[in-house]
């Protein structure tokens, strides 16, 4: 599943946290997202300490994991599951096909 989760940084701990973050190695970086949970975009709104995740995964648990390795910086209080345009596409067919019976 792919997950749409924004975050936002605590007022009090928004320079911690950025510090944080541009000073983590590849390695770190790398090492960050649980195997299972493959990053595959994630934007920042420097200014406002607040940005946005996209993730997949099957694994909430490990999901959730590593939202927690932030929760002392910052909150997520967005986290969605989303559709490509594929799945939209066939979930809408299927939910139309259903209400015409």
Same mark, same amino acid.
């Given at each position: 599943?792919?997950?749409? @989760?924004?975050?936002?940084?605590?007022?009090? +701990? +928004? %320079? &911690?946290?950025?510090?944080?973050? @541009?000073?983590?190695?590849? %390695? &770190?970086?790398?090492? %960050?997202?649980?195997?299972?949970?493959?990053?595959?975009?994630?934007?920042?709104?420097?200014?406002?300490?607040?940005?946005?995740?996209?993730?997949?995964?099957?694994?909430?648990?490990?999901? $959730?994991? /590593? $939202?927690?390795? /932030?929760?002392?910086?910052?909150?997520?209080?967005?986290?969605?599951?989303?559709?490509?345009?594929?799945?939209?596409?066939?979930?809408?067919?299927?939910? %139309?096909?259903?209400?015409?019976?």
């Amino acid at each position: 599943m792919i997950f749409f @989760a924004s975050y936002e940084c605590f007022p009090d +701990k +928004k %320079e &911690q946290a950025q510090s944080f973050f @541009a000073n983590m190695s590849a %390695e &770190q970086i790398a090492a %960050e997202v649980p195997p299972n949970v493959k990053l595959l975009a994630r934007y920042h709104d420097v200014p406002n300490g607040t940005g946005i995740t996209i993730l997949e995964t099957d694994d909430q648990e490990a999901m $959730t994991a /590593w $939202t927690l390795g /932030w929760a002392t910086m910052c909150h997520f209080p967005i986290v969605k599951p989303m559709l490509d345009d594929d799945a939209a596409r066939a979930l809408i067919k299927q939910l %139309e096909a259903g209400a015409g019976s």
